[in-house]
DNA sequence: AAAAAAGTGTAGCCTAGGCATCATATTCAT
DNA sequence: ATGAATATGATGCCTAGGCTACACTTTTTT
């Protein structure tokens, strides 16, 4: 069995380094904010089925986001726990007031990222791709940042 | 029973909309990218805390991620089954070669992305914030542009 | 050297989010 | 109008990633 060097184990708070406010809530915030992510993508999606002239059935819905049918259909029962939803057989999902919200939200920032992720000089391709998922994470503070960066450098 | 149009189920495969290579692949592709998040997360994290001189404990991981040591342990059980850590009970968790490669990609890029927000005028906190979540979805390709972005904007 | 403290690991429980499969309901086409 | 095709919803199974609680080991303190 080796020895272990006492010296590694005394370490005491942290006085001197880099501030370091908490890594940890940074950690528990992301959490946080992935936990919403599929919520996000579901509205904005199922806004969007409407918004194109169509219904927004279990199946278009599973097709777009590419599960399957079960999947969605389990998703969908979140949305209307969480209050975001209706259905009705046979005759597509609905979102409720929240849910429009949210959809016109999450859509609202989705444009944006993208928009910033080309004027730094991001391929069209490679910015819708990252932004599917960069989306979620981006706070209103860097959202207000984006657009004022959007602004100005026009 | 209400009737529905029977127009708005026929919906060829969507001649002229705006060509739309395939949402299903970015979905897909997202959902891939997040599973790899949180290995990166422990990798940068084992890395660091071995860089700033100490050791990588469960105790230490799960302390800095938010987490229970139950978790961390768990986690880590999943890095040695990937090749990407080992361990020694009670002298902590080491990266392999392949780890050690992980976490200097995942470093580089969480700090090119924070530069980043911040150069776009993202304030400090919220840039560090949000790149803790945004970081794992962006890809090289954007990588290089952040990089030819902050380059040229000196 | 014994006691206390700290760390580790295991087990059991939970939810989210995937999947396939099956039974039923609806819609569409003949 | 009826048979085929399609959509729906339920069930069961899986993994990831959280948690608490408990047992055990190691380290530190007295
Ligand atoms: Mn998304
Ligand atoms: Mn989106
Ligand atoms: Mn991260
Ligand atoms: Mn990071």
Redesign the pocket.
């Known amino acids: 069995?080796?020895?272990?060097?006492?010296a590694?184990?005394?370490r005491p708070p942290a006085p001197d380094l880099p501030a370091e406010p908490t890594q940890a809530g940074r950690?528990?915030q992301a959490?946080r904010v992935?936990?919403?992510?599929?919520?996000e993508d579901y509205a904005e999606l199922i806004a969007d089925l409407h918004a194109t002239g169509g219904?927004a059935?279990?199946?278009?819905?599973?097709r777009r986001?590419?599960?399957?049918?079960?999947?969605?259909?389990?998703?969908?029962?979140?949305l209307k726990?969480e209050g975001l939803a209706t259905?009705?057989?046979?005759?597509?999902?609905f979102l409720t007031e929240e849910g429009e919200r949210l959809a016109a939200r999450v859509k609202a920032r989705h444009l944006l990222v993208v928009e910033v992720l080309t004027a730094i000089g991001v391929p069209p391709d490679a910015a819708e791709q990252d932004a599917e998922g960069i989306e979620h994470h981006v706070s209103d503070i860097t959202l207000q940042a984006f657009a004022r960066f959007l602004k100005e450098r026009k």
Do not use: N, W
Request: hydrophobic residues 40%; positive net charge.
């Open positions: 069995m080796p020895s272990r060097p006492a590694a184990r005394k950690f528990e959490r992935q936990s919403m992510a599929l919520l219904e059935r279990p199946t278009d819905i599973a986001l590419g599960v399957t049918h079960a999947t969605a259909i389990k998703a969908i029962t979140r726990r259905a009705r057989p046979y005759r597509g999902v």
